[in-house]
């Protein structure tokens, strides 16, 4: 992945991460661009800072997008008390037998 993607993915895991979606006067946002100037070089420059700005920042785009997922997941499947036996059926996508009668 290249820098100027992984910049773009990163605010918008900050975006999603924020509660009002508005990232213009974050301070993470800030920083996140102030380091990509910082560290931005030219093609003909060789730079182990760089690179390692790199690696950084796709660390936490990882670990920004993992959280995320983890609350969506625990926030669907956490316990809520006793469920109904068609509840739980439901939620693990089986399908109840029908009485006729």
């Known amino acids: 992945m290249t820098a100027t993607k992984t910049l773009r993915a990163l605010l918008q895991e900050l975006r999603y991460a924020s509660p009002n979606g508005c990232i213009k006067n974050s301070l993470a946002a800030r920083y996140l661009l102030a380091q990509y100037k910082k560290y931005s070089t030219t093609d003909l420059q060789l730079c182990k800072a760089r690179d390692e ?3 950084l920042s796709q660390t936490y785009l990882t670990y920004l997008g993992s959280l995320r997922k983890y609350n969506e997941l625990h926030k669907e499947y956490h316990g ?4 109904s036996v068609k509840e739980t059926a439901d939620l693990v996508g089986f399908k ?3 009485d006729p009668k």
Not at 80 to 83: D, F, Q, S, V
């Open 53 to 55: 700005a790199l690696f």
């Open 80 to 83: 809520r008390g006793e469920r």
């Open 96 to 98: 109840l037998p029908t």
